[in-house]
């Protein structure tokens, strides 16, 4: 693929990731947030979140049915928008929710298992968005790169469980969530257990008689 | 002869020009898809808005002018606008999203609307709303509402005490309780289609809750008649509660010996107790309840005990473990 391909992807990806952005603040400007702003942005914020790491983790598993192998240049441009939106939905919640107060943030986060739970995913993806750029892969080496970034599974899976804890008895969204990630996880591992073996070593020849 | 294949030199495309259709085509594939983004993003993120138009109730006693008011009836903070109170509410017989319940109960139709009010008393009875709602003037009472979601509003009532009711209909001695229930018809409530709840809705008091003046048995907000999506024709409200007791669309008033079962705290019975009262100092297991949003406000204010009704409902708990029975 040409550089010229990657980067036209590369805006791609920004321009859609930062629409929802761009209407949040439109909306927020207007006061079309509906009679909660200060809920619907932290609802927003963190939904963009699970919508983004799913996105991300959807690319490998379409790549390799497809064989589309550009689509790769999608994932960490997906990565990034995920966490983006992650730390967007964490100063919501710090500045919304606990009034820019550090204190009282950091005693719900640890007194509620449902912020523990998100404060674990977000932590987990911080590593990820850190070591995405080229260089730091070339560093790492593919095979140290690509097993650090199996954590983002388990940051998406902390981020659907920190939704589903927090929801009142109507727990349809969350589970359409679980669903999505159930079919992207179980696919790797299908791949996993399909996997070519290495050639058994030959059984030692016994003599006989 | 000619040869087909070859390609004569003014046929080919000018490397500018070729290079401007692709970033052109380019520039169509953003645009397209952003806007498709933004399409997808508006059908998910719908903010409900509309008109109150119900009907205008006749002879509402204003909150101001009324000469047995008790202290409580009439809170003297910023009311919540009747666009808020009636596009951000919950009401899951219609959705389980605060922000549906207003188009999905659009066309709820309450005609021919009947009240039984049975069980231990002397006089049972079943109302036609009209009849009902002769009982006692509507008087204006501005309450706060504390939602156990841990969000508020200030919002002018009209109805009357349910002490009123009750005293017509003479609860027996054995009558300690008083159970409510919600409209059972999924044909009309589609929310009740859906098992997310064990239908109908039920709620419950105590005697002594029932009988306080601020016990109001509301018919209307802001002068009007109940819009559908706030409960209507008739709906309960105990403002020192969390906003769940206050049960909406009550076809069945029925006082009883033991303490009834109730909705939410069946559904999960260490989040959600029988009394529900509003206290900033038990937290709900899964979030704190020490502060609120108000509807229309930008920070967060501290949430009061009894949501500020101490003074008037604080003697009925005297003693009680607030913990225990939370």
Redesign the interface.
């Known amino acids: 693929m040409k550089e010229n391909d990657i980067r036209f992807i590369k805006l791609l990806i920004l321009v859609n990731g930062a629409v929802p952005l761009a209407l949040l603040v439109w909306d927020q400007a207007h006061k079309r947030l509906g009679a909660n702003p200060q809920n619907f942005l932290i609802l927003t914020t963190g939904m963009m979140t699970l919508i983004f790491l799913t996105l991300t983790m959807a690319v490998t598993p379409l790549r390799k049915i497809t064989g589309w192998n550009w689509l790769i240049q999608f994932r960490r441009m997906l990565g990034l928008c995920a966490f983006f939106y992650g730390c967007l939905h964490f100063l919501c919640f710090f500045s919304l929710d606990r009034g820019f107060s550090i204190s009282s943030t950091l005693t719900e986060m640890l007194k509620r298992k449902y912020l523990i739970v998100g404060s674990t995913a977000l932590i987990l993806m911080l590593p990820l968005a850190i070591t995405s750029t080229n260089a730091m892969i070339k560093r790492l080496g593919g095979k140290h790169w690509r097993a650090l970034h199996r954590l983002a599974y388990v940051a998406a899976i902390c981020g659907v469980i920190h939704y589903y804890m927090q929801v009142k008895a109507d727990v349809r969204q969350p589970l359409v969530f679980a669903a999505v990630l159930s079919v992207l996880l179980a696919w790797r591992l299908v791949v996993y257990w399909q996997r070519p073996k290495p050639a058994p070593a030959p059984a030692p020849a016994v003599k006989q008689g | 002869m000619k040869d087909a294949n070859k390609i004569a030199g003014s046929e080919i495309t000018p490397p500018a020009v070729y290079f401007n259709r692709r970033n052109f085509i ?1 520039a169509g ?2 645009a397209a ?2 806007a498709a ?2 399409v997808v ?2 059908k ?2 719908r ?2 808005t509309g008109e109150i138009k119900t009907a205008q109730l006749e002879g509402v006693i204003s909150a101001s002018a009324a000469t047995n008011a008790v202290p409580g009836f009439r809170v003297d903070e910023a009311e919540t606008s009747l ?2 109170i009636s ?2 509410n919950n009401f ?1 017989e219609f959705s ?1 999203d ?2 549906g319940v207003a188009s999905a109960a659009a066309d709820f139709d309450t005609k021919g609307w009947r009240v039984s009010v049975e069980g231990l008393v002397n006089k049972p009875q079943v109302f036609d709303l009209d009849d009902l709602l002769k009982i006692s003037p509507p008087e204006e009472r501005i309450y706060r509402m504390r939602c156990v ?1 841990g ?1 508020s509003m200030v919002i002018p009532w009209a109805g009357f005490s349910l002490s009123k009711l009750l005293d017509v209909v003479e609860p027996a001695s054995g009558a300690k309780f008083v159970a409510f229930e919600t409209l059972l018809d999924p044909r009309r409530m589609p929310g009740q289609r859906s098992d ?2 064990n239908w109908p809705y039920v709620e419950g008091l105590r005697m002594d809750e029932a009988m306080h003046p601020l016990t109001l048995l509301a018919s209307g907000i802001y002068g009007r008649a109940l819009p559908p999506q706030d409960g209507a024709p008739i709906r309960l409200v105990t403002p020192w509660k969390y906003g769940f007791k206050g049960i909406k669309s009550i076809v069945k008033i029925k006082l009883v010996a033991t303490q009834p079962r109730t909705t939410w705290s069946e ?1 999960a019975s260490n989040e959600y107790g029988f009394y529900a009262n509003v206290n900033p100092h038990v937290d709900h297991p ?3 309840q020490a502060t609120e ?1 108000r ?2 406000e ?3 204010r501290p949430t009061l005990m009894f949501n500020g009704y101490e003074e008037q409902v604080g003697h009925l708990y005297a003693g009680m473990d607030l913990r225990k029975n939370f």
Request: hydrophobic share 30%.
């Open positions: 380019r594939i953003l898809s952003a983004t933004g993003y508006r998910l993120n903010v409900a666009e808020d596009h951000y899951y389980t605060k922000e979601e969000w997310v709840l559904y899964r979030w704190s949003q509807i229309g930008s920070g967060r």
